[in-house]
């Protein structure tokens, strides 16, 4: 290895010694450069390719400690060494040495074979220094760079270290925290009891061993904020073995502890309501058995179901759907204790827990709670939407000894309930579960009777109370099932409802309506209009305008010899889509009926802006007349505002002489009924229109069924 020695001295015989001593050197290789004076001298510095300098301090342009200064400050990074005489000399060398040279050589005295020995050993280890900075600035980097807060100690537990995030997150310097106790820099605590905690690098340095943090610790900021940490210790040794301090990596895990908290609350808690869920309230229920069985006392499960909701979804969509949902959640929550639970299965199905009571009482006070306050308005964007709910309930232990049975004969009792007309709730009992089992066995069938064919219409007549004419009809759907027989639409119409298929079904019935209407009027037989029932999920449905249209178009029907009717209760669910969905309906040319008037909660406001031409009234009302208790006066108020609206009014159910009197009197324009006739298949319908005898709907009501009883349903 080459060592390139730049001698500065004015001093000939020094030179040459030099040149001499190291030239002879064995095992080493020194290249001399002599220059004269330090200007010389700083030249070949800035030039390159010096290893170590060797200078007289007294030269003819620089005298003095000056010399080394100079010499210093233009190569820190290159040994120097002094070339002293005398005592003056031996003092400026020693200026030199407390100001960074390396060594001196005394002249008189360098002739010697240690002058290449001193001269290598100061290159080696000048050499071994500059890669130890080098090793030491890598470190100071990497630690600087990582995220991980480091804090270093000595044997003594005193802080000499600390990275960049280490300060930003104790919220010391380096410089004010180096020889501080650990404890007063790392100040930690037990997030859960909040009591001070033993510190771990006072452990690791009595114990010799390394040591993970507790999980929630929180370390104590000097400005008092409190961080989670998550944290390891270890000791620091030297090349002996022996321990020298301890070293603590730490991170802040505030945004992990949080994440980690919220995914276990999603795990157990319904995202859009952040009510339970079904394993939190399986779980609770568990936990509401196991103290009923020691205490000897009950608890209710009640499983809530909301009615039409799914029509509310449809044709407002799921936002509008989800905001209500939240506002149902909060009036939940508000119509138990805070020892009840609330949960949200999924869709709009919710159980509640009420535990502690005497059930059933306080499972019904609760039920009839809940009921109210769903009722009242809901105000959802720019809509008030109504919702009603169906609520079944068990009680522990007589209706289930565990969560699942509970729940699921809540279940029952809720649907139940939807038999029973929806908005109101129902104990479940044993009879309950071979209802429930036909109920699915009814549904299961249903699903095929459409491709099947098992469907047909029957028709009842509208006759007008005036001339005793047949103004049109109405479509009933009737199932009949190729086992059982004739099914009435009580007992599969709700369970279409509820799975969905009244939409195909419902479309099935109006185009084969409209294509029986049309048939009807091409042979002369019928000059009024067809009706059909249309249910709220067809109403509620994106396409059903342009639906409707279609069908028209494909059977030739013309759009004034169809009559849509929907009932009150639908379009009151939210007045302000069913305004623009009846106009849209209106455009189209079809007639429009409120059916089953008078059984929902309409205002004469909203009758005036919906595009009607026809109010229903609902056969209760009508079964009404003759009775003590009322007498006729609704159909009375109805009949009356109808014609002030300029409505036709159409009265349903009609059974017997004295409702046609009265409604006859009180100038109903229409009436539908048994006193006139039943439902009827399409060819017997045809020959009630062909036998053209009205005189005969009106004067046989002695007879529960027109004159010919071949022509009964």
Same mark, same amino acid.
């Given at each position: ?36 004076r ?7 510095l ?5 290893d ?12 003095? %400690? ?6 210093f ?14 005592y ?9 040495m ?24 100061? %290159? ?9 900075f080098k ?75 390394? *040591?993970?943090?507790?999980a ?11 961080v ?15 321990l ?44 509401? %058995? ?12 009640l ?116 038999e ?8 479940f ?8 089992v ?23 007549? *509208?006759?007008?109370?005036?001339t ?11 199932? *009949? ?9 009580? *007992? ?8 969905g ?17 049309k ?23 994106a ?10 178009s ?10 849509l009717?929907?009932?009150e ?14 106009q ?23 009758l005036?802006r919906?595009? %009607? ?5 609902d ?61 009827l ?5 045809a020959?009630?229109?062909a ?17 010919n ?5």
């Open positions: 290895m080459l060592n390139r020695i730049l001698v500065i001295t004015d001093d000939s015989t020094d030179a040459s010694i030099l040149k001499g001593i190291l030239g002879a050197a064995k095992g080493e290789l020194f290249e001399i450069k002599w220059v004269r330090l200007s010389t001298g700083l030249k070949c800035r030039a390159g390719g010096i170590t300098i060797v200078v007289d301090l007294m030269l003819p342009d620089s005298q003095g %400690i000056s010399t080394f200064d100079q010499l400050a233009a190569a820190r990074d290159i040994p120097i060494l002094t070339l002293n005489t005398g003056k000399g031996k003092a400026l060398a020693a200026e030199a407390r100001r960074g040279a390396q060594g001196s050589l005394t002249k008189g005295y360098f002739v010697s074979n240690l002058v290449p020995q001193v001269l290598r050993n100061i %290159i080696q280890r000048k050499a071994i220094e500059e890669s130890l090793e030491r600035a890598r470190a100071e980097i990497a630690l600087n760079s990582i995220g991980d807060a480091v804090i270093c100690t000595d044997t003594f537990g005193n802080v000499d270290y600390l990275n960049i995030a280490a300060e930003n997150m104790t919220g010391w310097s380096r410089a004010e925290a180096n020889g501080l106790p650990i404890g007063r820099v790392f100040q930690i605590i037990n997030g859960a009891t909040r009591e001070q905690e033993q510190n771990p690098v006072d452990l690791v340095l009595k114990h010799d061993k390394p *040591k993970a943090l507790d929630g610790m929180v370390l104590i900021r000097r400005d008092g904020i409190e989670v940490i998550e944290d390891a210790v270890s000791p620091i040794h030297d090349w002996n073995g022996k020298t301090g301890a070293v603590i990596v730490f991170h802040d895990a505030t945004q992990a502890v949080s994440m980690s908290k919220k995914l276990a609350h999603l795990a157990h808690h319904d995202f859009l309501t952040d009510l339970p869920n079904r394993l939190l309230l399986n779980d609770r229920i568990t936990q509401a %058995i196991t103290l009923a069985q020691r205490g000897g006392t009950q608890l209710a499960v499983f809530l179901d909301l009615d039409k909701f799914k029509h509310i979804n449809d044709s407002l969509g799921h936002e509008a759907g989800d905001k209500l949902l939240q506002s149902v959640t909060r009036r939940l929550s508000a119509c138990v204790r805070n020892s009840d639970t609330v949960s949200r299965q999924g869709g709009d199905e919710f159980v509640i827990l009420l535990t502690g009571g005497k059930y059933g009482e306080e499972a019904a006070l609760t039920a009839d709670k809940i009921l109210a306050e769903l009722a009242l308005p809901h105000h959802v964007d720019k809509h008030e939407l109504h919702i009603t709910a169906s609520i079944g309930i068990s009680v522990y232990p007589e209706d289930g000894q565990n969560a699942e049975t509970l729940i699921k004969n809540a279940d029952t009792a809720m649907y139940h309930a939807k029973k007309g929806r908005n109101n709730f129902q104990f009992s044993s009879e309950m579960n071979t209802r429930a036909a109920r699915q066995i009814i549904e299961a069938h249903l699903r095929f009777a459409l491709e099947k064919g098992e469907f047909l219409l029957h028709y009842q007549p *509208k006759v007008n109370l005036d005793a004419m047949i103004t049109g009809a109405e479509a009933l759907l009737r199932w *009949k099932h190729s086992e059982w027989g004739m099914i009435p639409p009580e *007992k599969f119409v709700s369970i279409a409802e509820d799975c298929l009244i939409v195909p079904i419902g479309r099935w019935v109006l185009r084969e309506a409209c294509t029986q209407a048939q009807w009027l091409d042979a002369g037989l019928m000059s009024g209009s067809i009706a059909v029932n249309i249910s709220a999920l067809e109403f509620r449905k396409n059903f305008v342009e639906g409707v249209r279609d069908i028209l494909d059977t030739g029907l013309g759009a004034d010899s169809l009559q009717e929907i009932t209760s639908v379009l009151m669910r939210d007045a302000e889509s069913s305004t623009s969905i009846l849209d309906l209106k455009k189209i040319g079809v007639r429009l009926a409120v059916d089953d008037f008078g059984t929902g909660y309409s205002s004469l406001g909203y005036q919906f595009p %009607i031409d026809a109010l229903k009234i056969r209760s009302f009508v079964h009404d007349i003759g009775s003590a208790a009322h007498d006729g006066l609704i159909v009375g108020a109805v009949i009356g505002m109808g014609n002030n609206l300029h409505l036709q009014v159409v009265a349903e159910g009609v059974e017997n002489q004295e409702q046609l009197a009265f409604l006859r009197g009180a100038h109903c324009d229409e009436g539908q009924g048994y006193v006139f006739s039943r439902p298949v399409a060819s017997q319908f020959k009630l229109l036998a053209d005898a009205p005189e005969r709907l009106l004067q046989s009501t002695a007879r529960s069924t027109i004159g009883s071949s022509l009964s349903a």
